[in-house]
């Protein structure tokens, strides 16, 4: 039977250490940290994920600064925000939950995000340093990941990884994080031919899917580190994952559950990037 790996225990531990961190800074510097969040429209899951951003800010001894914008806002209006939290100093990390409404252009949105406030790390600038190994964010959810296998001691360098996922949010960077600690990285999507047999071959195996239950015990192997990036709301409103956990828990040496696993890393690796955002300014 596999060990559960407790997401809510490894960020708390995480937000944590940033708490520490930042009553230091403030005692040390006087300074206070701020994040932005930006939310636009009325999406009930956008607004839960945002009221737990600020949570997990007030947790940590940042400021939060909301901005919720109507679903009407323009284009114009959105990108002139933008320039003005780039420009305050109170704004240390700026934050624009997606997704935006159909008429506004998330890309462009983006791209106005100042790499220096970019803790979310979505910006062209930011996932080219992923790609290169010099990054200064980290793109949460992948990185929360790897604190939560790292939590479990097992060492990545030469294990075959196979990440089901090509997203640039998710899939993608966690490919590239996998790869900088020397795993050998599989990345599968939905032409793979065929899924299961990529699966088995994983000492470690990451589903970042959006398919309910897709990954059965039949398709990985003994032993597999099995991390569920998934969240899937189904119709009797539950929340599932990537991972047919009753199965998988039986075969696996280590697993994350649904909720409680990778969902309150990424907030803890969120905190930590805009932490590290204002370290810079203080350097400067
Ligand atoms: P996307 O829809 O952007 O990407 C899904 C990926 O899965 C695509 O690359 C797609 O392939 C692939 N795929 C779809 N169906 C199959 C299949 N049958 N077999 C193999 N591959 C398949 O999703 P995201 O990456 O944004 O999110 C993935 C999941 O993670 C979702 O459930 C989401 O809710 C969750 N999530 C959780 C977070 C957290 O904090 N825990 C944060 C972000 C996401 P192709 O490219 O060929 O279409």
Redesign the pocket.
């Known amino acids: 039977m596999a060990k559960i790996i407790d997401g809510k225990a490894v960020s708390a531990q995480v937000k944590e250490n940033i708490a520490k961190e930042v009553a230091q800074l403030k005692e040390k510097h006087g300074i206070s940290i701020g994040l932005a969040v930006v939310i636009v429209g009325n999406n009930p899951a956008s607004r839960i994920y945002v009221n737990n951003k600020k949570k997990a800010c007030e947790a940590v001894g940042f400021e939060s600064f909301e901005y919720a914008l109507p679903e009407e806002t323009t284009q114009d209006e959105l990108l002139a925000l933008i320039d003005k939290l780039n420009a305050d100093d109170k704004v240390d990390g700026i934050l624009v939950q997606l997704p935006l409404p159909k008429h506004l252009d998330e890309k462009i949105v983006i791209d106005n995000i100042s790499p220096d406030k970019d803790v979310d790390a979505f910006h062209p600038v930011n996932v080219g340093k992923i790609m290169i190994g010099d990054y200064s964010f980290l793109p949460?959810?992948p990185a929360?990941v790897m604190e939560l296998i790292a939590s479990t001691g097992v060492e990545i360098s030469g294990k075959e990884c196979v990440v089901?996922?090509?997203?640039?949010?998710?899939?993608k960077p966690m490919s590239m994080l996998l790869l900088h600690k020397s795993g050998t990285v599989t990345?599968?999507?939905?032409?793979?031919k065929d899924?299961a047999a990529e699966c088995k071959r994983a000492d470690i195996l990451v589903?970042?899917?959006?398919?309910?239950k897709?990954i059965k015990g039949d398709m990985i192997k003994e032993g597999a580190v099995v991390i569920d990036?998934?969240?899937?709301r189904l119709e009797d409103g539950k929340l599932c994952?990537?991972v047919d956990f009753e199965s998988c828990e039986k075969v696996a040496s280590y697993i994350t559950p649904?909720p409680g696993?990778?969902?309150?890393?990424?907030?803890a690796m969120l905190m930590k990037n805009t932490l590290t955002a204002a370290k810079k300014k203080i350097a400067l």
């Open positions: 949460c959810t929360g089901v996922g090509r997203s640039n949010i998710v899939g990345i599968c999507h939905s032409r793979t899924l589903a970042a899917v959006g398919v309910p897709l990036v998934g969240m899937n994952g990537d649904v696993g990778v969902g309150p890393m990424t907030i």
